[in-house]
């Protein structure tokens, strides 16, 4: 089946610095990657949608600047978190469309992410 | 438009019994119905998934029932086993948009005892 990988599975970071986290489908080719965001007990968030090679396309009220996406690769994107604070805190997902079965969305284990 | 309303948000089914979870749309243009199962600290995982041509899949003990005519989906688990205890999302998405964005629903805890 489709795999998809995040690295870290894990991240705590100081309140300041920057934090990067990649998204990498392993044994397929993916057109589009999305990233997501979930609170505890909460449903997942898009925060953005990225094309290979094209600039990310950030859903209302999702900070660009604050969150960069860069999709280098058919499979591989990253998501950076800048100048972290403890409020972005949380678990980020990444998934990946599948370039043949173009309706399917497979998610990585996700990423947890505590800024002190 | 764009919103899924899932309920129950939390479930507590015996071993052996039923699961029943449903999802409500309202934009005719979804035509891909998918469910996902997600463990804690884990990403979601696809379980079954429906389009509108049919009424009804089936994947072991896992089923999808699809209302067109009322803009509703539901998740059967069928025989019910503690290891399905998990949170449940349902989404939607349109295949032909140019992001094949998934919309959510708010996701449904379930716990099964054994």
């Known amino acids: 089946g489709a795999v998809v990988s995040q690295h870290p599975s894990w991240v705590i970071c100081k309140s300041g610095t920057s934090v990067k986290i990649e998204c990498r489908s392993l044994?397929?080719?993916?057109?589009?990657m999305f990233w997501y965001r979930q609170f505890p007990k909460q449903s997942l968030m898009l925060m953005a949608t990225s094309n290979e090679g094209s600039k990310a396309t950030y859903e209302q009220g999702v900070e660009k600047d604050k969150f960069l996406i860069n999709h280098a690769s058919l499979t591989l994107s990253t998501l950076t978190v800048t100048s972290a604070h403890p409020e972005d805190s949380s678990f980020y997902i990444c998934?990946?469309?599948?370039?043949?079965?173009?309706?399917?969305?497979?998610f990585g284990p996700g990423t947890r992410l505590t800024v002190l | 438009q764009q919103q899924v309303k899932q309920s129950p948000q939390s479930l507590i089914v015996q071993k052996g019994g039923i699961s029943i979870i449903n999802c409500a749309y309202e934009n005719t243009a979804f035509d891909y119905f998918p469910w996902y199962q997600q463990f804690p600290g884990k990403g979601p995982a696809l379980l079954i998934a429906?389009?509108?041509?049919?009424s009804e899949k089936k994947e072991g003990r896992f089923t999808i029932s699809f209302n067109k005519s009322a803009k509703q989906f539901s998740l059967h688990i069928m025989d019910s086993q503690p290891g399905d205890s998990a949170t449940y999302f349902c989404a939607a998405s349109r295949t032909y948009s140019n992001t094949g964005k998934l919309i959510f629903g708010q996701g449904t805890t379930l716990q099964v005892k054994p």
């Open positions: 429906i389009r509108p041509d049919v």
């Open positions: 044994d397929f080719q993916a057109t589009t």
């Open positions: 998934s990946a469309r599948d370039r043949v079965f173009y309706n399917e969305q497979f």
